[in-house]
């Protein structure tokens, strides 16, 4: 798969092996979420180089220590001994065996490994660092694991760390750039790649050009789009994972609280499943209204975290029997008439994150009166504080400017101007495709 936007990366890992090669062993952690593209990136830095590739599995420790060390003794020629068949023993004795020759050991999916086990490398790195020659790259795809990892005086990455890399998806101008879209053409790849560069380069070597040209790909029996959600959704959550299926499709279908979802459910009580699905498997995020009073304080909404994956729920898992059946015509056709309702949320988040990524917008969110919103009038869409500045962005958002409503937008924003926004400069706007 061909890198989009990563030259800089690059760039810095490239160094990290120069410094290994040449001072003394590097540590580099690579965070982001699954799909990034964190692995492709490691993999393309370090292509000509002596390289061992460890990814942490669903094995014993066992069996997968006993592959690695297979590997590791294909590639240095030496025999690894048996007081180091696990994972910090293998890699102090890596360090050892660096000391003559430099090389990279990638570890893959490495908040899989228990916080002792960082504890443990942590120690032989300090004793082996200054006479040893490993470039050592750490890939992690939970943000929960990553902070565990440096965010605190007693984790223990803190200190050891030469470099640190966040990774997530394309910037959406970057997309765009890309891919040369503009308007629903544009939308429509946003709406089935989220921005990530492994499904925007299926997009780029299959030629799609048009709206069209996109549903008939992702809908073609060669696709690789409608295996992607249940491969994604089988490496986060693994087996056993109905129930967080099934939420996850409540909420894609239209169930944003968590009384409607436990409703769709049957009465299941979902509180810890949910809690889990934001902030160990980041697959949602809850969201509140920008302006929340004590009338809306507690209101909390659901939402599924990548627009691509919310377009696999929505108009292929949700019509399994019809994929299975091979009915692919059909569901493009669902897909195509579900359109203009689907479209708007993720137009939505094409604009928050152009603000968070252009405009350094220190606060962005919508504000609402209920879980219902039709309970107190429109919504707003997009409110935004930018940063060191009294200032409030106010903003609708549409497909078509024929598609706004002016007269209960520009009601809401008076309200809003005599209320919570009162000491504000209020920018109201309207956005649509157009400004894509």
């Not at 090389?103 to 086990?117: A, H, N, R, V, W």
């Not at 598609?403 to 309207?430: H, I, N, Q």
Request: hydrophobic residues 40%.
């Amino acid at each position: 798969m061909k890198l989009i936007e990563r030259d800089d990366e690059l760039t810095l890992l490239g160094r990290q092996l120069w410094m290994a090669e040449t001072k003394s062993s590097r540590m580099t952690l690579l965070s982001g979420p699954h799909g990034c593209g964190k692995t492709a990136l490691a993999a393309e830095a370090y292509r000509d180089k002596p390289l061992l590739y460890f990814r942490m599995g669903r094995k014993t420790p066992a069996l997968l220590t006993a592959d690695w060390v297979a590997q590791a003794e294909a590639l240095l020629g030496a025999s690894v001994p048996g007081n180091a068949h696990s994972v910090p023993g293998l890699v102090d004795y890596l360090m050892y065996l660096s000391e003559k020759e430099p090389f990279t050991l990638i570890l893959d999916e490495c908040q899989l490994l228990p916080l002792k086990d960082f504890s443990e490398i942590r120690d032989c790195w300090r004793q082996r660092r200054n006479k040893t020659h490993l470039n050592l790259v750490l890939l992690c795809s939970s943000r929960k694991r990553t902070e565990e990892l440096t965010a605190h005086d007693h984790s223990p990455l803190v200190g050891l760390l030469d470099l640190h890399l966040e990774m997530g998806p394309l910037k959406v101008e970057a997309l765009k750039a890309h891919l040369g879209l503009a308007g629903e053409d544009l939308l429509t790849a946003f709406m089935v790649t989220g921005a990530m560069p492994y499904r925007t380069a299926w997009l780029k070597e299959a030629g799609c050009r048009t709206r069209q040209e996109i549903l008939d790909f992702y809908f073609s029996e060669d696709s690789p789009f409608l295996r992607d959600g249940e491969q994604l959704l089988c490496r986060v959550l693994g087996k056993n994972s109905e129930v967080y299926l099934s939420i996850l499709q409540s909420i894609a279908q239209g169930a944003v609280s968590q009384s409607e979802m436990e409703d769709r459910l049957g009465g299941v009580i979902i509180g810890g499943h949910l809690a889990k699905l934001e902030t160990e498997y980041e697959l949602i995020r809850k969201t509140r209204p920008m302006l929340a009073g004590p009338a809306s304080r507690g209101v909390v909404r659901y939402e599924i975290a990548d627009p691509a994956l919310r377009f696999w729920l929505r108009h292929v898992e949700a019509r399994r029997a019809e994929y299975e059946l091979g009915r692919l015509d059909r569901m493009k056709a669902a897909a195509a008439a579900d359109f203009a309702i689907s479209a708007h949320g993720a137009l939505r988040e094409w604009f928050l994150r152009k603000f968070r990524e252009e405009s350094g917008y220190r606060e962005l969110g919508g504000e609402w009166s209920s879980v219902h919103a039709g309970d107190a009038g429109p919504e707003i869409d997009i409110i935004g504080f930018p940063p060191r500045a009294r200032k409030a962005l106010v903003c609708d958002v549409e497909l078509r400017a024929e598609d706004f409503k002016k007269e209960p937008f520009l009601g809401k924003v008076a309200s809003l101007r005599k209320g919570p926004l009162k000491e504000y400069a209020v920018d109201a706007r309207l956005f649509t495709l157009a400004d894509m």
